[in-house]
């Protein structure tokens, strides 16, 4: 009797678990959304969400299924939108119907105060504290000790070339290279710290970021799949990121901010940024939205975590486009070449937005192989469209599949093509301003965008004033599978030589 009430119970209870998983199945359908397939089981449409790189996931949904296609994600009914209007009326035009990303549970006290994951009352306090970074004066002001670090980086690779056998430095990992350089860029830029030898393999800040968006760090992907059916397993599931290496980061950061307090230096950088948050914690608005010292840390820790990767990953696969494509790697240089004679070889600030075929090359580069897979909004009002025939329900998540979207031949014809063309000035009427996703849209977009273009048009300019570099047969970047999120590659590697 007893192993009868016993299987009873635990029938009831697993059929109860799959009612819940399987809760919302069927709501995507009643909108009449062409869906990528049979939600399996109790895992929706995302069992293969750790076994394919996000963006080519998305690349062939996106082929097969057109602009708009539905997706469960666990038990949750998501949205893919590829269309730029639809992009325009979610993240801009209706933006108060889509205010919202998810709540994401990192399993890491620090990183679950990421800005992109707060709610809407918080998160806008957070995005006008981080605003002022990123404002032209103090973007000038960073690109004085950028030209440092990039002019260091090139003394130090150019006496590496020189000394390699016929003065050709064989398998050279540019993507590492630059990523190291970011880290001492940033922490002169943002912290008016110096690092010694940013290449050195004990250095705290790299090692720190590198450990947080490596994908062997990216661990338990069965867990995080199952955390999509039942979200409560976020809270007991191991985290997939290491927390370890965030705590290190909050410990140096803690420290940084009450030596700078205690010499009563201003600056002006993030340091003094947080400084001055830190003296509202105890504000009753502060108070309310659970703005905490871990909240003010974890935006110092964004200024590695958005976009180091980003920006090191485009502008060395930036570099492999231009060299497999001959035609466009001799128009970079003349038009490189042009300019520094122009201004007497000096490349600044003030001059390098008349690089604009350079530009271009970066731009592309972010449409095919942005690091960011894909980014969201949650609807927080039910709102409906008659031009794209949607009703869409409170709750719902509208994602953008960054990789696909950037691919969609209406906006970017034969877009497989490396075609820097299509963001040089002349063209820039013929583009739809929501077409190229890669920093997103609207008041949720990519705070950093002017910055990281500026960083990466700079940077490449310092190096192929002075480098050639050569393909080899694994100069290409494979795309590994890491989450929903990130589409992080295999190293690369390029030989060098002076010009
Ligand atoms: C090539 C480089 C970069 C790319 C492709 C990129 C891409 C993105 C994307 C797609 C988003 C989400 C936008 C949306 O949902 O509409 C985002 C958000 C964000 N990015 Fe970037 N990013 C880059 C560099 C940076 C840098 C260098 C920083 C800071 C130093 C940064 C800071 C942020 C922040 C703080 C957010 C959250 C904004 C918010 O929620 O208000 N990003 N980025």
Redesign the pocket.
């Known amino acids: 009797m007893l192993a009868f009430v016993l299987a009873f119970i635990l029938i009831t209870v697993l059929v109860g678990l799959v009612i819940y998983a399987r809760w919302h199945y069927g709501t995507l359908e009643k909108l009449g959304i062409p869906m990528v397939g049979k939600p399996f089981l109790i895992f929706g449409n995302t069992i293969d969400a750790y076994s394919k790189a996000g963006g080519a996931l998305d690349i062939e949904r996106f082929n097969k299924f057109g602009p708009i296609y539905g997706v469960y994600e666990g038990r949750h009914p998501q949205i893919h939108i590829c269309d730029a209007e639809l992009i325009r009326l979610v ?1 801009t035009k209706d933006s108060e119907y889509f205010n919202d990303k998810r709540r994401l549970d990192f399993r890491d006290p620090l990183l679950n105060e990421m ?2 994951f707060q709610a809407y009352e918080k ?1 806008k306090v957070v ?1 006008n504290f ?1 605003t002022p970074a990123f404002s032209s004066a103090k973007i000038k002001l960073m690109m004085g000790s950028m030209v440092v670090t990039l002019q260091r980086f090139c003394d130090h690779l150019k006496s590496e070339v020189v000394s390699s056998p016929g003065q050709k430095m064989e398998k050279f990992n540019l993507h590492g290279e630059y990523f190291s350089m970011i880290t001492d860029l940033i922490s002169r830029c943002c912290f008016s710290i110096e690092i010694e030898n940013p290449s050195d393999p004990q250095n705290l800040f790299v090692n720190i970021v590198r450990g947080l968006l490596s994908p062997d760090n990216v661990g338990y992907p069965m867990l995080e799949v199952l955390t999509y059916s039942f979200p409560i397993l976020q809270k007991i599931a191991p985290g997939m990121m290491n927390a370890k290496l965030s705590n290190d980061f909050g410990e140096i950061f803690s420290e940084m901010m009450a030596a700078r307090k205690k010499s009563g230096e201003n600056k002006r950088d993030i340091i003094d940024l947080c400084l001055e948050q830190m003296d509202k914690l105890d504000t009753p608005e502060y108070k309310r939205l659970n703005i905490t010292k871990r909240t003010i840390i974890c935006q110092a820790l ?2 590695f975590f ?2 180091q990767d ?2 090191s990953s ?1 502008a060395s696969c930036m570099i492999n486009n231009m060299l497999k494509n001959p035609e466009v790697e001799k128009k970079v240089y003349q038009e490189l070449d042009q300019f520094l004679k122009k201004h007497n070889g000096k490349i600044d600030y003030e001059n390098i937005s008349e690089l604009q075929y350079l530009f271009a090359c970066i731009t592309e580069t ?1 449409r095919l192989v ?3 897979s894909r ?2 909004r949650v609807c927080t009002k039910d709102w409906e469209n008659k031009e794209f025939d949607l009703k869409i329900k409170e709750g719902m998540t509208m994602i953008i599949p ?1 990789w696909a979207a950037n691919r969609n031949p209406k906006y970017f014809p034969n877009p497989e093509k490396f075609d820097p063309e299509r963001f040089m000035p002349k063209n820039k009427d013929k583009l739809h301003p929501y077409a190229l996703t ?5 008041p ?6 002017r ?2 273009n500026e960083t ?1 048009v700079l940077l490449s300019a310092f190096v192929l004033k002075q480098f050639k570099f050569h393909l080899r047969s694994d100069s290409e970047p494979a795309y590994v599978p890491a989450g929903p999120f990130f589409s992080p590659h295999t190293p690369f590697y390029f030989d060098v030589t002076l010009r």
């Not at 949720?444 to 965008?449: D, K, L, P």
Request: with cysteine; glycine share 12%.
């Open positions: 993240t800005p992109d998160w995005r981080l964004v200024f958005a976009g980003q920006m485009i972010v942005p690091f960011f980014t969201e960054i890669s920093f997103g849209h609207g949720r977009n990519c705070i950093g965008q910055f990281s990466m």
